[in-house]
């Protein structure tokens, strides 16, 4: 006797099928002793001539709001059945091991009744494209899902990741549990990315300007180009990070290099292309002649090179130093340098020559 829509089968003792049945129906059986199987769990029963034998089966159900399945398994861990959520399982008596979403409980089955688990739900609420992870206490990973689509779990403690970002979450039995989320984005007009690491120094994640990042509630470094900057992430909310944008004008073939206060370089690029980074004040080389520059929210600072050239015959080189006798850049003869705004020498050999620089012009000296 079953309590669902199902079918049992009937296998002899050296294992093989024999017949099977709708539940509550008869299956004719010439006597002897039988394997009856419900949804993979056994029951032995003896058949005796001119006389009619009953199984009596009992009932999983796990009763959710989530659309997905259950599994259950036997005490050996085989898995014997899985089932849509609110759907019932027919068993034989038994303690039985059931998982959703890899958290696990026990039901036990007793005949003529319906066991019934109400696991809860989790969910991420977040305006972002992305997926949430649900962890156990071992730091398995047990589930995962986009965001503002719940996830059924049984009750227990658990910890959830998004964007690498951790919270701690309690599930009740047939309770909901929304994880209040903020998002972070750094906004900025190149086409670069931006990171995101926690106080410890780890990179949790990462996305392109204007893109945003789901983050639980806390702070956290934003780097762009290696300049960094702190950031709070409050529940519900977004927080912007306001990049500015740097860039050496100059029409040679050549890279600037920029360097924050203390030295340390951050980033470097093809004279034209700007490079963001978070507001302050940084220094730019370009040709090993350091200009400060500066990075302001929402714009782009252009800071216009100029050029000297040797124009002479041959291929040999030339040389460039500054006011202190310090070489600064060399190439060849009718190839320009690009430098900043000033006065410089040239050398040739053992002759050398004032050049004086204007932003935006090429300085010729003719040799």
Not at 279 to 291: D, L, Q, W
Request: charged letters at 15%.
């Amino acid at each position: 006797m079953a309590v669902t829509d199902t079918y049992f089968h009937a296998f002899d003792s050296a294992g093989k099928q024999i017949g099977s049945h709708a539940a509550n129906g008869m299956l004719p059986l010439r006597p002897g002793d039988y394997q009856i199987k419900v949804n993979n769990s056994v029951h032995p029963i003896s058949v005796q001539s001119k006389s009619l034998a009953k199984c009596s089966t009992g009932a999983v159900q796990v009763a959710g709001k989530t659309d997905e399945y259950y599994y259950v398994f036997d005490g050996a861990g085989t898995q014997l059945a899985s089932a849509h959520i609110n759907a019932a399982t027919s068993l034989f008596p038994a303690i039985y091991h059931i998982r959703l979403n890899n958290t696990e409980t026990t039901a036990n089955v007793q005949a003529g009744s319906t066991a019934e688990l109400k696991p809860g739900t989790i969910n991420v609420e977040a305006p972002t494209d992305e997926y949430y992870y649900v962890f156990d206490s071992a730091a398995k990973q047990l589930a995962s899902s986009h965001v503002a689509k719940a996830t059924g779990l049984f009750a227990g403690n658990y910890t959830l990741k998004m964007n690498n970002s951790e919270t701690k979450a309690e599930i009740r039995a047939g309770g909901d549990s929304n994880i209040p989320v903020g998002t972070l984005v750094a906004q900025g007009s190149t086409d670069e990315y931006y990171y995101v690491f926690n106080n410890a120094g780890t990179q949790l994640a990462s996305a392109h300007l204007a893109r945003p990042l789901a983050l639980f509630p806390g702070t956290f470094t934003v780097k762009m180009n290696n300049s960094a900057m702190s950031s709070t992430v409050a529940p519900a909310a977004t927080t912007e990070v306001i990049t500015g944008a740097i860039v050496l004008q100059g029409n040679t073939d050549e890279y600037y290099y920029i360097f924050d206060q203390t030295g340390t370089q951050l980033g470097s690029a093809h004279l034209g292309k700007p490079l963001s980074f978070v507001p302050g004040e940084y220094s730019a080389k370009m040709n090993n002649v350091r200009v400060p520059v500066k990075a302001e929210p929402g714009r782009t600072n252009e800071y216009q090179m100029g050029a000297v050239t040797v124009k002479a015959g041959g291929s040999d080189y030339y040389y460039v130093f500054d006011s202190n006798g310090t070489q600064l850049a060399s190439a060849q003869f009718n190839h320009p340098v690009a430098l900043p705004a000033g006065t410089y020498s040239v050398k040739v050999g053992n002759n050398a020559r004032p050049a004086t620089v204007t932003a935006g012009q090429a300085a010729v000296v003719n040799w």
